[in-house]
């Protein structure tokens, strides 16, 4: 201005036209910098009071758009968290809750036959009538509690499942031999057909877990002098183990639950638990393989189990 003034008042007049007018231009953006400032701190509360429906970002250039579009990424992130932290708190919930009721009953079972026993006069058939059956009690309880903590380190992905070269054959053998004696006592026929060579990739004895657990299902759901048929082949991309029995089947509204921790579809026995096929379906699925199961009314059930091919 000083300049101007010195070469002429048109020119001081401009100078200070455009003095001006960079003044205010710059005024005017730091107040809009200012309430867009204002906007994302008032978006960051809402965001810590629990509402993230909001969306701050804009269509436009700058630094502040780029900042707005991080922010609501944060956000939709933070969001999807609180919605897994519910979803595992509401599971938690029903699993401590199915726990206490699993628990619940043969405690309960065990507390009753303990007070009757405590009766001096009770005779000695039945004083070992309800000794025996407090062992089965006993028994169910150390599964129970056995199978939730393999279920709970499994979820929990504390589990190292190893990546061996494994032979079916012998992964059956073993399997098959866990459940012999209630096949005899149910006078069942079990055959095992495949080749010999057939191999999958997986952990031995947690596969052997899972086959066990299925076997029983279809061990309790036969009836006496059925049979259950084992078949396995393999082929570039999977080798896959099918367990077949000859059973009443399970219902079609039961299908899609049958591998949901503690469900018991219609006609399981009252002594089932519901936890078995979880658990062998979280064995498998966390050793690259797959469980498909299909069932037909008065023709029995199918389980096809699936280890896809991987590098060991």
């Known amino acids: 201005m000083i300049i101007a003034i010195f070469i002429s008042r048109e020119a001081l007049w401009l100078v200070v036209f455009l003095s001006c007018l960079l003044i205010g231009t710059s005024i005017y953006f730091t107040m809009v910098r200012y309430r867009a400032i204002e906007q994302l701190s008032d978006y960051l509360r809402q965001i810590s009071s629990g509402n993230y429906s909001l969306d701050v970002r804009d269509n436009e250039e700058g630094e502040l758009s780029i900042l707005k579009s ?11 968290q609180r919605t897994l932290l519910e979803k595992d708190k509401t599971h938690l919930t029903t699993a401590i809750s199915d726990i ?5 009953t043969p ?4 507390m009753v036959m303990a007070d009757i026993l405590e ?9 070992k009538e309800f000794t025996n059956h407090i062992h089965v009690q006993l028994d169910r309880l150390d599964w129970l509690v056995s199978s939730l903590l393999k279920l709970s380190k499994i979820d929990a992905g504390t589990v190292h499942f190893k990546m061996d070269h494994l032979l079916v054959k012998d992964i059956i053998q073993q399997a098959v031999d866990a459940v012999l004696i209630p096949i005899d006592i149910r006078e069942q026929h079990i055959t095992i057909q495949g080749d010999s060579s057939t191999e999958l990739i997986g952990d031995f004895h947690w596969t052997v877990e899972a086959l066990i657990n299925i ?12 049979t259950i048929s084992i078949t396995f082949t393999e ?3 999977f080798t896959e183990i099918t367990i077949k029995d000859s059973g009443n089947g399970i219902p079609k509204k039961d299908l899609p639950y049958i591998f949901k921790r ?9 002594e089932s638990v ?15 393989g797959d469980i498909e199961v299909s069932s037909e009314h008065g023709k029995g059930t199918e389980f096809r189990i699936k280890f896809y091919h991987q590098k060991s």
């Open 70 to 80: 991080e922010i609501y990424k944060v956000t939709s992130m933070l969001s999807e």
């Open 100 to 104: 206490s009721h699993q628990l619940k």
């Open 107 to 110: 405690l309960t079972s065990m």
């Open 119 to 127: 009766d001096p006069s009770l005779p000695i058939d039945k004083r």
């Open 215 to 226: 076997l029983k299902n279809c061990v309790e759901h036969t009836p006496t002098k059925g």
């Open 235 to 237: 082929n570039v991309l």
């Open 262 to 270: 503690f469900y018991k579809g219609s006609g399981t026995n009252e």
């Open 274 to 288: 519901g936890i078995g096929l979880a658990m062998a379906y979280s064995i498998v699925t966390n050793q690259n």
